[in-house]
């Protein structure tokens, strides 16, 4: 009989909602945040470009299990458009490829916003990691092949001007998942006939994380534990910094549990909901015990029937 491989790492669990520095991909800071933690797995809720700065939600173990919850949830964004340029890749990193000597007023702007709020059809920035015939676009785009990207349906509840100067506007958007903020600065540039690309990109809130969550590199890397004889000592300082796994369910009905209760849900069966204001029927609902997260199911017939199941 094969021996079962132990894993590497510890079964730590929870959020770390890092305020991502600039230049870092999304990719790398998940890693560097994995083994500062010494965990077993770790997910991001959510890329974000590595101009962007801001909230990166990454879960560690069983929160990477709730993980289509955040990357499902709202997103907002701070952004910054210079005006009379249109780049390869629609903010600073690429070549101007289109350019004018038009500057457009305030009012201008403003006059054209309610055409991007709502269901919009977009059509991402040629440098994305859209997959194109199972390759990441950026990687066809970086070999100098043109790609031809479908549009695609996103939806903004929100867009607004914050500060506007002669050569620049920053924005506040508030959006679905998908949304490119770059495809936005392109096409509001090419709507405005000046041409326009961002200059700088940071996401506020990937519901229900919002800034007041943030935790900087800086302050996780001095709470990293001592290593000793290749061990760590003490990683409490470290697990201070992490929201609870259950952080991420704000969304959905929540029903706490019995022991009892919890010890049938662990088995994989239903439990009795029982009390007056016991929930009837939901499709999808988090039950809680002693303020953990223990498992996602549907609320029918007065019973919590899980679904997913969390290791607490």
Same mark, same amino acid.
């Given at each position: 009989?094969?021996?079962?491989?132990?894993?590497k790492g510890r079964p730590v669990s929870g959020w770390i909602i890092l305020d991502k520095p600039l230049e870092m991909g999304s990719t790398e800071a998940v890693g560097k945040i994995k083994w500062l933690f010494g965990a077993q797995k770790a997910g991001h809720g959510g890329t974000l470009d590595p101009l962007a700065t801001g909230v990166l939600p990454i879960a560690l173990g069983e929160?990477?299990?709730?993980?289509?919850? /955040? *990357?499902?949830?709202?997103?907002?964004?701070?952004?910054?458009?210079?005006?009379?340029?249109?780049? $390869?890749?629609? =903010? !600073? &990193?690429?070549?101007?490829?289109?350019?004018?000597?038009?500057?457009?007023?305030?009012?201008?702007?403003?006059?054209?916003?309610?055409?991007?709020?709502?269901?919009?059809?977009?059509?991402?920035?040629?440098?994305?990691?859209?997959?194109?015939?199972?390759?990441?676009?950026?990687?066809?785009?970086?070999?100098?092949?043109?790609?031809?990207?479908?549009?695609?349906?996103?939806?903004?509840?929100?867009?607004?001007?914050?500060?506007?100067?002669?050569?620049?506007?920053?924005?506040?958007?508030?959006?679905?998942?998908?949304?490119?903020?770059?495809?936005?600065?392109?096409?509001?540039?090419?709507?405005?006939?000046?041409?326009?690309? /961002? *200059?700088?990109?940071?996401?506020?809130?990937?519901?229900?994380?919002?800034?007041?969550?943030?935790? $900087?590199?800086? =302050? !996780? &890397?001095?709470?990293?534990?001592?290593?000793?004889?290749?061990?760590?000592?003490?990683?409490?300082?470290?697990?201070?910094?992490?929201?609870?796994?259950?952080?991420?369910?704000?969304?959905?009905?929540?029903?706490?549990?019995?022991?009892?209760?919890?010890?049938?849900?662990?088995?994989?069966?239903?439990?009795?909901?029982?009390?007056?204001?016991?929930?009837?029927?939901?499709?999808?609902?988090?039950?809680?015990?002693?303020?953990?997260?223990?498992?996602?199911?549907?609320?029918?017939?007065?019973?919590?029937?899980?679904?997913?199941?969390?290791?607490?």
């Amino acid at each position: 009989m094969a021996r079962q491989r132990k894993k590497k790492g510890r079964p730590v669990s929870g959020w770390i909602i890092l305020d991502k520095p600039l230049e870092m991909g999304s990719t790398e800071a998940v890693g560097k945040i994995k083994w500062l933690f010494g965990a077993q797995k770790a997910g991001h809720g959510g890329t974000l470009d590595p101009l962007a700065t801001g909230v990166l939600p990454i879960a560690l173990g069983e929160a990477t299990k709730t993980m289509p919850y /955040v *990357t499902d949830g709202t997103k907002a964004y701070r952004f910054k458009v210079a005006w009379g340029a249109q780049t $390869s890749t629609d =903010d !600073l &990193e690429g070549e101007q490829i289109k350019t004018s000597d038009k500057r457009p007023e305030r009012a201008e702007v403003e006059a054209i916003l309610a055409n991007y709020t709502g269901v919009i059809s977009q059509i991402p920035p040629q440098f994305s990691a859209i997959k194109i015939d199972g390759a990441r676009a950026y990687d066809l785009a970086r070999g100098g092949e043109q790609v031809d990207i479908k549009a695609r349906e996103v939806e903004i509840d929100e867009i607004k001007i914050t500060e506007h100067a002669a050569d620049e506007t920053t924005f506040e958007v508030e959006c679905g998942k998908g949304t490119y903020v770059r495809s936005l600065a392109r096409d509001l540039g090419i709507e405005l006939g000046c041409y326009g690309h /961002v *200059t700088e990109l940071r996401r506020t809130l990937v519901e229900p994380f919002d800034e007041a969550d943030l935790v $900087s590199l800086s =302050d !996780l &890397e001095a709470a990293k534990p001592e290593i000793v004889d290749d061990e760590a000592v003490d990683y409490g300082a470290l697990d201070a910094l992490l929201l609870d796994t259950g952080e991420a369910m704000g969304g959905l009905p929540r029903v706490e549990l019995s022991d009892e209760q919890a010890q049938r849900i662990r088995m994989g069966n239903p439990a009795l909901l029982i009390g007056r204001d016991a929930p009837i029927a939901e499709d999808e609902a988090c039950a809680f015990i002693k303020g953990k997260l223990l498992a996602i199911g549907e609320i029918g017939k007065g019973t919590f029937q899980p679904k997913r199941v969390f290791n607490l």
